[in-house]
């Protein structure tokens, strides 16, 4: 019985005796050193830091052997380097190559996965080549991607001991995925961080423009122009979080004096809430707005009847995105998603733990107490 050898050291057929050989011979698990010859070829410093903030943390998905297919055993745990020995030696490298300052208040997460090692290496005992495929992902404090990058880099060695030559190939290979993803930090993730910090600007600035300009507004509208977008901002740049529907009713808490309003679905019914403008609008006549005032506080009064009334609508802030239910029961119908930090005003308590929420006045729903900072 013969069994084919796949190691970097070794390629040829040989008795299966001789593979429990090798096994037992196998080397101990190596501690990580970085190579001289591998750190005087480390990512040189870029000339400007890619981005300001406060710090990036590091890290590195442990290796799926799945990556390495068939070459998942064997001499691949004794190379010297681990993913857990690459990660803060990448830290070190993105550091010394002035990738980011430590001038802003924001925290990144760099994220590195291994999905693909090859071994190219021309024969058992000429040079050690391996080809390493590295997914990275650039992310920031709230979860979103700012760059992604698949980067494939190659390590060779020449060396004469075997294992010393696969530890310096595979470190040579590390070192050419951090130079080509300081590379990229420096060109794309550069030029994505520019927009982004334009974009968290030009929202501060609209964000400032709408608290001294806006008008308060109470009042219902239906909308007249079918598909017209809502958006995030008032302006035709603004992010399009939905349409509005024709012949749909929609309250409004606001105007600008461009003619942009604040709507929301009628009584926290499911929908977007954002800005369109009123041209999109036709505004009801001041009857059907006082009947539907009316009833606003007609639903109110009922609850205070029904349930334990919070003196004088108690102010409270949602302490997670909340789901406010049409009912105060689990599994009632969601009447609109609540986002963390909306602040709120309980109107009643119910004995099995819900709370009956207004929003500057107005009808929301009912979340579990639980939900509540008070």
Known sequence: MTVTLRTPFLRLAAPAGLMLLLGACQPQQQPFVLYDEVAAVAPAPIAEPAADVERVDVTVAPWNPAAFGENATGWLPYVGLTAQDYAPQLAQWLAAANAFSVQGSETLRLHGELTKWEDLSPSAFGPSV???TYEYALIDADGETLMEKTIVSKGED????????????????????AR??????????RQ????????????????????????????FYRGQADGAAIRDFPTTEGDRLGSIGLGAVYRA?????????RIAPEDGAAGVEGWVHEAALTRMSEAEIAERLAAEEARRAAAADRYQLSPGDEPATLLADT??????????????????GTAVEVVALTENGFALLTE?????GWVDQAALQR
């Not at 060396?159 to 290979?173: D, K, V």
């Not at 080509?180 to 794309?188: C, F, H, K, P, R």
Request: charged share 20%; proline share 4%.
């Open 323 to 340: 789901a406010a239910l049409t009912a105060p029961r689990s599994g009632a119908p969601t009447a609109r998603t609540l986002v963390a």
């Open 158 to 177: 020449t060396s004469f001991a075997g294992l010393t030559r696969m530890q310096l190939a595979m470190q040579h290979a590390h070192a050419d995925s």
């Open 130 to 132: 391996f080809q390493i």
């Open 360 to 364: 500057n006045a107005r009808y929301v």
């Open 180 to 189: 080509q993803l300081v590379a990229a930090l420096d060109s794309d993730f």
């Open 192 to 219: 994505a961080w520019a927009a982004r910090e334009k974009a968290i600007a030009v929202a501060e600035a609209e964000r400032a423009r709408i608290a001294a300009s806006m008008e308060p507004l109470t009042g």
């Open 253 to 261: 808490s606001g105007r600008l004096p461009d003619g942009w309003i």
